[in-house]
């Protein structure tokens, strides 16, 4: 049956709202359920201000097992889950690895077990680019091997992609000496690896919500110019890259929601079924100066910044090969990085007039 309902784990958060408007613009229902630990319940308030629609918000903690799998037994009509809830500051979750591998971990397993318990077994999982640490070939494709994670979080989303693999692997296993359920689908999941995800959406109605200091890049830059930071630091500048400062893959969030719909239809797709992994990214890389020389030039501001030394645990360059999200997803990227730093820029100057 193809997919009208869909549940968004973690859909008031910065990716999952702009997922939730995207979705509900292309007319699917959505059922948001997010326990509001990073996030506010006002969001939903915004996406219907945006789309016209108001989705239904369940506060819930995915990682109490008994309320998992009430809601999902509630809401057993959906067919589909995206599901994004998770905590992500890396540096927290060195400071409190258990916190991270209970809520990332337990929230999973209770997700497939609730979702075990209905007809749902159409999967979007998001993963992280984080799992290639730093490759010695670039750009990355799905193939490139995965190394250790190098903090709780990455392990996390690691651990998160084998298990989602072993399941699948346990359900074929099963179908194939004639053990399957009557009547039970084959799971059909989607993992998507993530490159760095800013900007926000046009009307600047939504956006990324930092708890306290931001540790990325985008949000401190908008903050620093918006005087509530004194100076954006940039952790070094003796990289073995052409300025010398890191290089990431930045992907507007919208973009990044847009892939979320196509990887959901993908799911339909005759013949799928199993787990694939997909790159989401643009395919180019920019150093921290180039993003703070295009945030100058498209707000018009002027950004403090000074170079400091090098932060623990960061990775010197890293970009996607994402032919294979645009071949099969039929999806690409197409906002620029101007257009990025313009947006998160709009997005900080509305939260300031709230403010
Ligand atoms: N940077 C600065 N100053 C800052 C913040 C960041 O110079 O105040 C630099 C970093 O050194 C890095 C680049 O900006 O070179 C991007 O840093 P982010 O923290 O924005 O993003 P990362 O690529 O480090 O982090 C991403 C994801 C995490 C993931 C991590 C794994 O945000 O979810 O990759 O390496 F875990």
Redesign the pocket.
Same mark, same amino acid.
């Given at each position: 049956m193809k997919v009208k309902k869909v549940i968004v784990t973690g859909g008031t958060g910065f990716i999952g709202s702009h997922t939730v408007v995207e979705l509900l613009q292309r007319g699917y229902d959505v059922i948001i359920a997010d326990d509001l630990s990073n996030s506010k319940a006002s969001v939903v308030d915004r996406i219907a201000e945006i789309t016209g629609k108001k989705p239904f918000l369940e506060v819930v903690d995915l990682s109490d097992r008994t309320a998992c799998l009430h809601f999902f037994k509630i809401h057993s009509d959906a067919e589909a889950v995206i599901h994004f809830a998770a905590a992500?500051a890396?540096g927290e979750s060195v400071l409190n690895p258990l916190h991270y591998y209970r809520n990332n971990l337990d929230s999973l397993l209770y997700v497939l077990e609730g979702m075990g318990q209905s007809a749902c077994r159409k999967l979007v999982y998001s993963s992280? &680019? =984080?799992v290639y640490g730093q490759p010695e070939h670039l750009p990355v494709t799905e193939d490139t091997p995965r190394q250790p994670a =190098? &903090?709780p979080?990455?392990n996390t989303?690691r651990i998160s992609e084998d298990i989602l693999a072993d399941m699948v692997h346990g359900d074929e296993a099963r179908r194939a000496k004639g053990e399957g359920m009557e009547g039970d689908n084959p799971w059909k999941i989607l993992a998507l690896r993530y490159f760095?995800p800013i900007g926000a959406h046009a009307s600047a109605l939504i956006g990324e919500l930092p708890n306290g200091v931001?540790?990325? #890049?985008?949000p401190?830059i908008t903050q620093t110019a918006a005087g509530l930071r004194p100076c #954006?630091?940039?952790? !070094?500048d003796d990289y073995d890259t052409p300025d010398g =400062?890191?290089i *990431?893959d930045y992907i507007h969030v919208c973009d990044l929601a847009e892939a979320h719909v196509a990887a959901m239809e993908y799911l339909d797709k005759p013949g799928f079924e199993g787990i694939d992994f997909f790159n989401l990214g643009t395919g180019t890389g920019y150093s921290?100066l180039e993003?703070i020389q295009s945030f100058e030039r498209a707000t018009g501001q002027k950004l403090n910044y000074k170079i400091v030394g *090098? *932060?623990e !645990?960061?990775?010197e360059q890293i970009w996607a090969n994402t032919d294979k999200a645009n071949r099969l997803l039929g999806w690409k990227a197409h906002r620029g990085l101007d257009e990025m730093t313009l947006s998160a820029w709009k997005w900080q100057e509305n939260l300031q007039k709230k403010a």
């Open positions: 992500k890396v992280s &680019c =984080t =190098t &903090c979080y990455a989303k760095n931001p540790n990325n #890049l985008m401190y #954006l630091q940039v952790f !070094g =400062t890191p *990431r921290v993003v *090098r *932060r !645990g960061d990775i």
